[in-house]
């Protein structure tokens, strides 16, 4: 039995805190927040105890979720890890790679699993694409949202757009050649929307572009191979792959009716179930087979570094602008 507790139970970390309570195989022991009636209130919902300060669970848990605030994940992160407990850092993994660096080798050093919430790796959608054709030329993401005060000390790049940083490096596979962004704060001190394109070593190229300030809320990512156009829709949990049925001719086609009897669609069969509860149940069976996490802290520091190298791209482009 795997004892696991949440490091910060706002939005975020109560889902945590619900899905581990769910789960066979492990013990949630405890929740842990500044906001003590906050706490409170989680813990009693979950039958387990609160805590005020997250190093009271030192001792009495083998695994944490540290779901606090980006800017207290090395300080807490590095107090569990140090100690040999397991954790799954929520993204960002850190806000430098100085602090990433140092999380990973204090996993090392407590030989501990370090796992980073990119909870887009989980999502169904994403996880009927694997084995399916060659890597992509060409990628499009769009991840669009209303406004939230929430989160935005930093960021949209490493509050939203990190999600698909994550994901288009991983299909990827290749290092990324040259960086363009650009970004505009519009209801924050921080940038709220960007847009951002990546040349990849070996020819890929990626178009991101994610908002905070859009009315409808938008998750999408299409893929480009050699033989095939994959759409996936995050929300819906949906994929379809088109393909040029073989010996088809575009060229012949004669019209975009013609067009489309040459293509053949198809929509995948997904099982729907709660990426949060994949992505604890993946991190779970890390610990118990000491294998490597899905979402590594490696993995997690080369998002942060990109994410950091678009803000600098993103910076050099308004002093451009403004002069």
């Known amino acids: 039995m795997i004892r696991v507790g949440v490091l910060g139970v706002g939005s975020l970390g109560q889902h945590h805190a619900r899905v581990y309570a769910s789960l066979a195989g492990c013990e949630l022991v405890g929740v842990a927040d500044p906001d003590a009636a906050r706490a409170a209130e989680v813990a009693r919902k979950n039958g387990c105890r609160a805590f005020g300060d997250a190093?009271?669970?030192?001792?009495?848990?083998?695994?944490?979720?540290v779901v606090v605030t980006t800017a207290?994940?090395?300080?807490v992160g590095m107090a569990f890890l140090e100690a040999g407990v397991h954790c799954l850092v929520e993204k960002p993994l850190a806000l430098g790679l100085g602090q990433a660096d140092d999380l990973i080798a204090a996993a090392r050093r407590g030989k501990a699993v370090l796992q980073v919430g990119h909870i887009e790796r989980f999502n169904p959608a994403i996880l009927a694409l694997q084995g399916r054709g060659s890597s992509p030329l060409f990628v499009e993401a769009h991840r669009l949202g209303p406004y939230s005060p929430r989160n935005t000390d930093i960021d949209v790049v490493l509050e939203l757009m990190i999600h698909d940083l994550d994901i288009v490096l991983a299909f990827v596979g290749r290092p990324v050649e040259r960086v363009e962004a650009i970004g505009l704060p519009v209801l924050s001190r921080t940038?709220?929307?960007?847009?951002v394109r990546l040349?990849?070593?070996g020819g890929c190229v990626a178009n991101l572009t994610a908002?905070?300030?859009t009315t409808d809320k938008q998750r999408k990512i299409r893929l480009f191979t050699r033989d095939a156009y994959l759409s996936v829709d995050y929300l819906a949990k949906q994929v379809r792959v088109h393909r040029l049925k073989e010996g088809a001719d575009p060229a012949q086609a004669g019209s975009l009716v013609g067009l489309a009897r040459m293509v053949t669609t198809e929509?995948?069969?997904?099982?729907d179930e709660e990426q949060l509860k994949l992505e604890l149940?993946?991190?779970?069976?890390?610990i118990r087979g000491g294998t490597p996490p899905k979402v590594s802290g490696e993995d997690g520091r080369a998002a942060v570094a990109l994410g950091l190298e678009i803000r600098r791209q993103m910076d050099a482009h308004r002093r451009r602008v403004l002069g």
């Not at 190093?55 to 979720?65: C, E, N």
């Not at 940038?191 to 847009?195: F, G, H, L, R, S």
């Not at 149940?281 to 890390?286: R, T, W, Y």
Request: net charge negative.
């Open 55 to 65: 190093r009271d669970l030192l001792g009495k848990v083998d695994a944490v979720s």
């Open 199 to 201: 040349a990849f070593e």
């Open 267 to 271: 929509t995948l069969k997904i099982r």
């Open 211 to 213: 908002s905070r300030v």
């Open 72 to 75: 207290l994940h090395h300080e």
């Open 281 to 286: 149940e993946s991190f779970l069976d890390s």
């Open 191 to 195: 940038e709220d929307i960007a847009n």
